[in-house]
């Protein structure tokens, strides 16, 4: 019997003691601060990351490859080619693609 009473005298014990201690605010403004600091550097962190994927593309010809590789998948769309791979792979892409921009729509928080 005992056991069973125990931890409702501590919760109710904790509970008429408590005290509130004055911390004028600080709690708050810590709370207010950590978000916006997080979301700056993971901004940060995007841009970053986006600046040396476009260097990194350019460097090493992606603008060549991606120019020829569209020719090549314009044509065969056009001439209803529809077992070549190139135009597989690109109508894969495009479709996960959609996926994971209407997925992040549906799930974004601001909405």
Known sequence: MNQHNEPDSVARF????RREVADNG??????????RRYEQLATL???????AAVILFIILGGMEWLVASGE??????????WG??????????????????????LLHDDC
Do not use: Y
């Open 84 to 105: 070549d791979p190139q135009l597989h792979a690109f109508l894969t892409l495009l479709a996960g693609l959609a996926i994971v921009g209407l997925s992040n729509l």
């Open 45 to 51: 962190i995007r841009w970053i990351g986006g600046v």
């Open 72 to 81: 090549h998948i314009w044509h065969s769309f056009c001439a209803q080619q």
């Open 14 to 17: 904790l509970r008429e003691n």
């Open 26 to 35: 600080f709690t708050e403004k810590v709370m207010e601060r950590l978000p």
